[in-house]
C-alpha cells in the first residue's frame, strides 16, 4: 500500500510503499476513502522533536476486524481516529475510536463532519452556552471553527462572532449562521460574549479573554498555547476552560455517542452542513498541510487516498 512518511521535523512529506497493517485485538483495518489535515497534525510536523505517524481522523470500508470487536464486521462503513499511520491507503483504528456512517452521506462528508464536530459539540459543552447567551469562535472559518459556528446557531445562541484572520473569509462565516466576523488585528472585537471558543491559542488568548464579558467562558481547544494573566480572570470573574476530545472518547463513551448522535441528526435536519474547502491525493500531502498553515481554508482539508 502507499502512505505518506517524512523522517525529520518539518518534513519533507514523501510517500513510499509499506505493508498492509493487521489489526490487532479490540482493532479494525480500514480501507481508508478519506482522511482529514488538522491544525495539531501540521504542527507535529513542524515542530515535534522526533518524527511521528501522521495520524488522524480518517472514514472508509471496514476489511478486517481484530479479536474481541464486537460492534463492526467487514463491509462497514466507519470513520474514527487513527494514532498510528493514518495518511494511507489502509489503516488501523481501534474499535473504540470509530463510529459508523449513516447511509445518505459519503466517506469525505463523514471526515469533514464527525471529528470536527465532536470538538465543536463538546467545546460548547464545556462552556455551558445556555440558550440566548452570545458566543464568538475564533478560527472560525476551520474545520472545528465553521462547524462550532453552525452548532452555536443550532443550539440557541442569541447572538454568533465569528473571529478570523483574513477578512476575504467574513462572507463565508456569516453563510454559515455567524451575526458578525471580526478580524484578529482589529482593536476591539465589539460587544463582550458570554463565551469564546478559541482554537488558536498563543497571542490571541489575551485579546480572547478581553472579548468575554464578567462572568464569561472561554473554552481552550488548541495546540496553540498561550499564557492568560490570573489578574485578567479576576476583574470580571471569568474563566478558562481546556477541552480535549480524546479524553471524553476514551474515558465517556456513553457521551461521545450521544454527541455523534446529535451530529448526524443536526446534518440530516440541514442544520448543519459541513464545509470541504479541497481534496489533494497523498502525493500532494505537503499541499494539504500548506493549505492548513497558511490559513487559507474555509472548511475542511481532505486527503483521498
Known sequence: ??????????????????????????????????????????????EAAEPVPLGGELAGEVVAAGEGVTRF????????????????????????????????????????LVRSG???????????LAPGESVLVTAAASGVGHLAVQLARARGAGRVVGAVSDPAKADFVRSLGADD?????????????????????????GPAVAALAPHGRLVAYSSGGGTVRAYDLLVGAKSVIGF????????????????????WRLFAEG???????????????????????????????????
Not at 462497514?76 to 470509530?98: K, N, P, Q, W
Not at 465532536?118 to 455551558?128: D, N, P, Q, S, T
Open 244 to 263: 480535549q476530545m480524546a479524553l471524553i472518547a476514551r474515558g465517556r463513551p456513553d457521551l461521545y455517542e450521544r454527541w455523534r448522535q446529535e451530529l
Open 73 to 112: 464486521r467487514a463491509g462497514d462503513r466507519v470513520t474514527g481516529l487513527c494514532f498510528g499511520h493514518g495518511y494511507a491507503e489502509y489503516a488501523v483504528v481501534h474499535e473504540s475510536m470509530a463510529s459508523p456512517v449513516p447511509d445518505g452521506a459519503d466517506a469525505v462528508t463523514a471526515v469533514a
Open 271 to 305: 442544520a448543519v452542513k459541513p464545509a470541504v474547502h479541497a481534496e489533494f491525493s497523498l502525493q500532494d500531502a505537503a499541499a494539504a498541510h500548506e493549505a492548513v498553515t497558511s490559513r487559507a481554508n474555509l472548511g475542511k482539508v481532505v486527503l483521498r487516498p
Open 118 to 128: 465532536l470538538v465543536a459539540l463538546g467545546a460548547l459543552e464545556a462552556a455551558r
Open 181 to 205: 466576523c471580526v478580524r484578529y488585528g482589529d482593536d476591539g472585537w465589539g460587544d463582550p460574549v458570554d463565551c469564546v471558543l478559541d482554537a488558536v491559542g498563543g497571542d490571541l488568548l
Open 1 to 46: 500500500m502507499r502512505r505518506v512518511r517524512y523522517e525529520s521535523t518539518g518534513g519533507p512529506l514523501f510517500l513510499e510503499e509499506a505493508p498492509v497493517p493487521g489489526p490487532g485485538p479490540g482493532e479494525l483495518l480500514v480501507r481508508c476513502a478519506a482522511v482529514g489535515v488538522t491544525l495539531p497534525m501540521v504542527r507535529k510536523v513542524a
